[in-house]
Every structure is written in C-alpha cells, then in structure tokens.
C-alpha cells in the first residue's frame, strides 16, 4: 500500500500487504527452506545472509524449489576453485530448453506487432514448433556445440529459434535487425554459425525497414554458414536469392516431430551474449545451461514475484539480455507479451495501453521510460485499467527519487522493484523482494545468493560509496568470452582485485536500501573529487525543461573539462533551462558537481541497449577518432554520434 505520495528522498513510499506477503515467492521459498531444516529465515535479510553464507545449499534447495531436474551423477553443487574457475553441479546434466517448455498449457506467448495486430502462441503450438525446428537442424548437421545465430525482432520465431537450439545443446546467439551490418557481422563472425535465422525486413516506427543489402553484406562475411532460414511473416519486404542454401521458416517447421532435449552439463554454452561494442571488438559473453537457467529463474521467481499464469512484459529489444529474462518466464509457467517493432511508437503510452489491454502482471522497463512518461501529462492509473499489474521492474540505469514519485503518484498503489544487474551475468545483483518496504530512490536490497559488496580504492569493505563488487562466485558468471584465451575475461572483472568480481559500477549501501551512483569507468575526478554521474543526472533529468542529460570529465592539457550535454523537451527556451540545471545542481548536490559548460544537443547518444555512451564521448575528447570509440552500427543513432565528434573535435582545436 502507498504510504506517502509526497515522500521525501530515503521515506518510505510503500509497504507490502501483510494479508498477501505469504502468497510470494520469496515467502514461499523461506518456507520451503524452513521446512528443509532451516527454521529462522522467516524475512528476507536473514533469508539472504543463509543464502551467502551457505551458498551449496542454498542453491540446491532453490533448484529444488524452481523445479529444476538434473541428471548425471549428484556430488558437491560447488567446487573449491576460486573465481573464474569456480564450477557449479559438476557431473549434473539438464537442459534450458525442456524446463521451459515442461508440463504447461494455455497461452504461453503473445506477439503484439507495431500496427496492433496481435497473435496467441499455445503451449502445445510452442513445443511442436520448437520440435519441428529442431529436427529441420538436425537435417541441417547441426547439433551440440554449432553455432546458430539470428537477425530478428521481437517474434515468436525468435523464442522458438532460441528453444530448439537449446534443445540441440547447440549455442545461440540474437542481433535485433537494427543492427548495422558492421555491428552485426563484428559479433557473429567470432562464432563461425552454421545456420542464421534473418528476416528481410522489419517494422520500426511505422515503417517497413528493407534490410536485403545489410544483409546481403552480413551473409558474404560469414563464410561459415550453411543455411539461411527466412523470416517474413512480419514484414512486406521480399527475401532474396543467396548462394547458400536458403529456406522459409514454414518449410522449416513444416513436418511434425518428436520433442526430443540433449542433457548436457550443468556448464555446457548455452547461448552468447554480446557486450555494447563501443569500444573494441564486442565481448561475446558465453553463458551455461544450468547458470542462466538458475539465476534467471531466481530472478523471476523470487525478484519479480512472478508466478504460474501471470503475464509478463519486460520491454527489451532481441539484444538486450532483459529479451533473455522475457523468453524465461515461460520456465515459470507465466505467459510472456511480446512486442514487435518500437514500443513507444506513436506515443510512450502504448507501454501502457498493452500493459492494460493483456492484462499484464508484471511489467519490466528502463527507468529512462520512467523519466519520459514523467515529463509528459501521462496519467496511467487513470488513463488505462491496470487492475491486473502488481509490480513494476525497473533496470537499465538508476532511478531518481522523482521516477520513484512518480509511479506512485501515476501509476498507482503497486510493487515497484528497481534492479541493477548486467549481460555479464545475465541476472541481478540488487534488486528487490515484496515482502519489504520501498525507501524513494533506493534499491530494496541484495538479492539472494550474491555477495555484493562496496570496496575503496585500497580494496577494503567500505559503508560509503565504492566499487560494486561481488566476493563469491555465481552460477551465471560467463564461461568465458568467446576466443578468449581468459586474458580478456580476466582484465575485465578479476584485474583490480584478485578473484573479486569488481563490475564498474558504484555501489553504496545505506539503513534505506542501495544506490548505485554510476560507472566507475567514466567516474568523475575534479580535483581530487570523485562524482558520481548518477547523482547529476538525477537532479538534471528531474526537471520539466530536460529530456536527458550526459556528463563526462576529461583532462584537456592541464585542465580538467567537465561537460554537461542536454537535451531539451520541446519548446523548452534554454537560457531557462540553464538556470533551472544550475539551480537544481547547487540545490540538490553542490557547487562542486556544476558543469565547466552546458551544451544542448538535439539528443543523447546510446548503444542500441540504452547505455548513455558516457566513455565513447570522453574519449573522442581526449582525441581518439569517432571511428575508434564506437561500432556505429551498435549505437542508436550513428549521425547524433558524428555531432559529438565534431563538438570534440573544435574543444580540441581550441586548446591547442
């Protein structure tokens, strides 16, 4: 229930129904653990110190407890080897895919496309195509350890194309079709695939996108291929000919057959996730069966209270790891909403609309969502019937205490559950449980099984702000990173502190809850004072005048440049807005964080994820060409970039 609409930051805004908190996963798992011999884990903080202290039972009794089946011989859950080396249920054998399409019926997808059409995918439809697929590829050669890789939206193709390579025990790997050619082919080249799944075309902002010459392009640089399976029921586009063997996606899951999963390890790849590719050679981050089954499974079960029958709507493109986190809520029995093409298009409130129109009970977005609908008029409560929606998730970069507000004030009296994880472990190291109270502007807590952590500079536990580091292994920490000889994997999260994950973000815990106030990496250090961009963009973006804001610091000579880029809502008179900023920055932090300049920019530039490209930008200040900083074709819109470049560019001439 909502507690105080006009909370101050750290007041808590909402507490949990006492009459419902015995319905949720987290209580039902604390009894489950009760009734397995552990009898004091009766609220979460004690549940989640069990879980850190007694990490190989705890993740037995959570396989136990999701349903999970092994196979292969029992032993220890954990080995003794320190991270990166850690292995998890060796000997164990099971499979991603049968678990998720085990033992459920009704509705289990629903695909909304970009002009309202709409189509229910049934369990029993989803398991005999996932089948059918799967035999095409045997017929195919393709079988454990091949590489199948797709070049497609937000369909039900895609989670069947993910499924029946599962099942094969063969490795997946997805790009959304907006997808430069370059960016496209700078991930899928590493992998040598032997199928690729691509569509022709697809929509986008009420436009039917013609792909044929990017993909004409991808295809003649991935001489490993072997087959080409086309996707075109989406869009208006034609397919093409290709010198390698193409079919349709009907002839491929044309001929019935017999739901068959290989049992692999606990460890066997499962799927490549690619890092943002703004710097350098994309990271293809390579996750295991079991490790991405059990922390996506806990993540939904247990942080996002997900349940049987629920519908679930995570709005998150095929590349971003929360497309992942959606396919997987069908291991919880829960029905996952799809949406095809922009979902903000024609307007941000078409999130809510479908959220309303599908009955959806539990709705994942970025908090930059959350920062848009409240610099416009949107009153979704009102607006919209939203009696079905219990909680709202929140990721992909922190929120503000006026978000927070906000979704109270407009959304109305439910669950909100902010998070921070990464693709880098495909999960969440923070998050939040309903058993407990929302503190505006907080995370609720860590979640369960992951011993997170704030480290200083000298690599000390610390109460204040520091790095986000985790001091135990997960089960979905990457495998490795594809090609990778462990150098690379090592240097970027076990360099600074030996056999410590150190993430690069800043972490601070407090009585309240946990703030994460951004990424180390891009940290700002003006004379000796390190910032945090988080904390300027929550007293920037707050206000009615500012869309989105981007700071970076930059040593130019023997000055220390720090930039504040802007982006105004239209019709926002700027000389307003800039006394408005500065206002807001001495009121709510201080002189110190005060920009070196205010530059308005027609927008922010981002990977295709939604990152702020906060370290491309200092870089092309520090003088590396645009070319080097980033992967064009992985950023959401390349000629925005090319415009920072030249503002760089002139900074720099000027300091000469």
Known sequence: MIIDIAAADGEIIWQPDSAGITQTGVARFAEFV????????????????????????????????????????????????????????????????????????????????????????????????????????????VGQGDRVVAILPNVAEAVVGLLATASLGAIWSICAPEFGAGAVVSRFAQLEPKVVLAAPGYMLGGKDRDRRDELNEIIAQLPTVEQLIWVERHTSIPTFDTKIPASTWE???????????????????????????????????????????????????????????????????????????????????????????????????????????????????????????????????????????????????????????????????????????????ASIFVGGSPTMPVHVGYIQAPALGVRVESWDEQGDPTTGKGELVVTQPMPSMPLSFWGDDGTRYHESYFSTYPAVWRHGDFIEFTRRGILIHGRSDSTLNRNGLRLGSADIYAAVESLPEVVEALVVGVELGTEYYMPLFVQLTNGADPEVAKDAIIGSIRENLSVRYLPDEIVFMRAIPHTRTGKKLEVPVKRMLQGTPLEKVADLGAVDDPELLEVYSEFALEKQSVNL
Request: glycine share 10%; net charge negative; aromatic share 10%.
């Open 251 to 425: 002839k491929a899951v044309a001929e019935p057959a017999e739901l068959r999963f290989a049992d692999v390890e606990f460890s066997h790849p499962l799927w490549v996730l690619f890092s943002s590719g703004t710097t350098g050679i994309p990271k293809g981050i390579v996750h295991g069966h079991g490790g991405a089954l059990l922390e996506e499974l806990k993540m939904l079960l247990i942080h996002s209270d997900l349940r049987p029958g629920d519908r679930y709507l995570n709005v998150a493109s095929t590349s971003w790891v929360l497309w992942n986190a959606l396919v997987s809520a069908l291991g919880v029995g829960a029905t996952a909403v799809l949406i095809d093409g922009n979902p903000v298009f024609p307007s941000l409130d078409r999130v809510w609309q479908i959220t309303a129109d599908e009955r959806v009970a539990v709705l994942g977005v970025g908090a930059g969502f959350v920062h848009a609908c409240a610099n416009t008029d949107l009153v979704p409560k009102s607006q919209h019937d939203l009696v079905s929606l219990k909680s709202l998730q929140v990721t992909g970069s922190p929120l503000s205490a006026d978000g927070f507000r906000w979704v109270y004030a407009h959304v109305g009296d439910i669950w909100l559950a902010s998070m921070s994880g990464g693709t880098d472990i």
């Open 34 to 141: 009760a009734q397995h011999g552990h009898d004091s884990k009766n609220d979460y903080d004690s549940l989640w110190q069990w879980s850190v202290d007694e990490p190989a039972e705890f993740w037995e009794l959570f396989a136990k407890f999701a349903g999970v089946e092994f196979g292969g011989v029992a032993g220890d859950v954990v080995s003794q080897d320190p991270m990166p080396h850690t292995k998890w249920f060796p000997g164990r054998t099971l499979n991603f895919a049968r678990h998720l399409l085990h033992g459920h019926e009704g509705t289990a997808l629903i695909a909304i496309s970009e002009d309202g059409g709409r189509e229910e995918t049934s369990w029993e439809s989803l398991r005999g195509e996932v089948a059918a697929l799967a035999q095409y590829l045997r017929t195919q050669g």
